[in-house]
Nanobody
Framework: HFRVVESGGGLAQPGGSLRLSCAAS????????IGWFRQAPGEEGKGREG???????????YYTENVKGRFSISRDSVKDTAFLQMNSLKPEDTGVYYC??????????????????????WGRGTQVTVSS
């Protein structure tokens, strides 16, 4: 049974930083990938946007264009945990951040663009608010 749990959201000022964690369980060694997805306020009908994704063996990462250079994804494969370090935060980064996991994919970029029902485990989300 696959499971992922997010933590680390909160309130930050513009230009500030937050670090999110995604703890995974039930997967075989590092043969899975983790993605971070954002649900922006007022856009629930549009679905969640893939922000950054990583293969848990460290072989590949992907960032959507609007977070490149500001966000950094990493993983601790021993602890089965993925991290999203968010720097230079902007008000438009506000939203609920979800992590999700998958065991079958072609490219890391593909994971961030998958239909939501193709990801095998979703967390409950953690709120990130960027405001002065």
């Amino acid at each position: 049974h696959f499971r992922v749990v997010e933590s680390g959201g909160g309130l930050a000022q513009p230009g500030g930083s937050l670090r999110l964690s995604c703890a995974a369980s039930g997967f075989t060694e590092d043969k899975y990938a983790i993605g971070w997805f954002r649900q922006a306020p007022g856009e629930e009908g549009k679905g969640r946007e893939g922000i950054s994704c990583i293969h848990m063996d460290g072989s590949g990462t992907y960032y959507t264009e609007n977070v490149k250079g500001r966000f950094s994804i990493s993983r601790d494969s021993v602890k089965d945990t993925a991290f999203l370090q968010m720097n230079s935060l902007k008000p438009e980064d506000t939203g609920v951040y979800y992590c999700a996991a998958v065991t079958d994919w072609t490219t890391v970029e593909e994971i961030c663009k998958m239909p939501e029902d193709e990801l095998e485990a979703w967390g409950r989300g953690t709120q990130v608010t960027v405001s002065s």
